[in-house]
């Protein structure tokens, strides 16, 4: 007779998409069909904090980073990088991740 281990039920993670700019509805979309994966458009503080992970996706990476300047986010997502939270930018949003860049602006240095 074999006996079987009750399964856990899959425990729910949310990832967070930062919603400025960018291709962060086409993220979202697949992440949604990511079974225990809830999704969070990301565009404050609270929204952030939230969230186990991070997608900053491609798109404008000085349009972003004006965007978060203005309204108040670069120092939230450098403090949940440097908390040690997954962050993931692909495109532009590996841009607006690397702390210095060839021909970067004033603004994107800050992000």
Do not use: D
């Not at 900053?56 to 939230?76: D, H, N, Q, V, Y």
């Not at 440097?82 to 930018?89: D, H, N």
């Amino acid at each position: 007779m074999t006996t079987t281990q009750p399964q856990e039920a899959p425990s729910v993670v949310r990832i967070g998409v930062l919603a400025l700019q960018g291709s962060f509805r086409e993220h979202m979309a697949l992440l949604q069909k990511i079974p225990g994966v809830q999704v969070v458009e990301v565009r404050t503080k609270e929204e952030l904090c939230s969230v186990s992970g991070l997608i900053i996706p491609g798109g404008e990476s000085t349009t972003m980073a004006l965007i978060a300047e203005k309204w108040g986010l670069i120092p939230e997502l450098q403090s949940f990088a440097k908390a040690g939270k997954p962050v993931w930018g692909t495109c532009a949003g590996m841009i607006f991740l690397a702390e210095r860049a060839e021909g970067e602006s004033r603004v994107a240095a800050a992000a």
